[in-house]
């Protein structure tokens, strides 16, 4: 019985480990990328107001972005910014943010995600 229990132990541990390494793999290359084109319009609008530097509709647009999740590749703190894309229907602010790296209006490095974090997509302009 203790052999039986002992081996499940491992499987479950072995598991575990696989688990984290897909994790740690979902790095920059797991990245997708998605044409201007193929964005919500709301996403496109929020994209041009960013290059224009506003106006912004959500006050908490323009806060930094932590990247706390690790997907996009790694930069120091204060590097990537987030705005919000709207949602029709959201009562809130919903989960669609693009998220801009370096000099916002200028640096053509925007990531959209439209599950609040979960994934992102490179916008190829």
């Excluded at 987030?82 to 790296?101: D, L, M, Q, S």
């Amino acid at each position: 019985m203790r052999t039986v229990k002992s081996r499940k132990n491992w499987l479950l541990f072995f598991a575990a480990i696989l688990l984290s390494l897909s994790v740690f793999a979902k790095g920059p290359a797991a990245l997708g990328s998605v044409a201007v084109v193929e964005l919500p319009i709301e996403a496109q609008k929020t994209l041009v107001q960013i290059k224009q530097g506003g106006p912004f509709t959500y006050p908490k647009d323009g806060v930094v972005f932590g990247n706390y999740e690790k997907i996009l590749p790694r930069q120091t703190r204060g590097y990537y910014h987030e705005y919000t894309v709207k949602t029709p229907g959201a009562r809130n602010r919903g989960a669609r943010r693009i998220i801009a790296g370096g000099e916002a209006k200028t640096s053509g490095e925007y990531y959209y995600t439209d599950d609040h974090y979960a994934s992102f997509r490179r916008i190829k302009e």
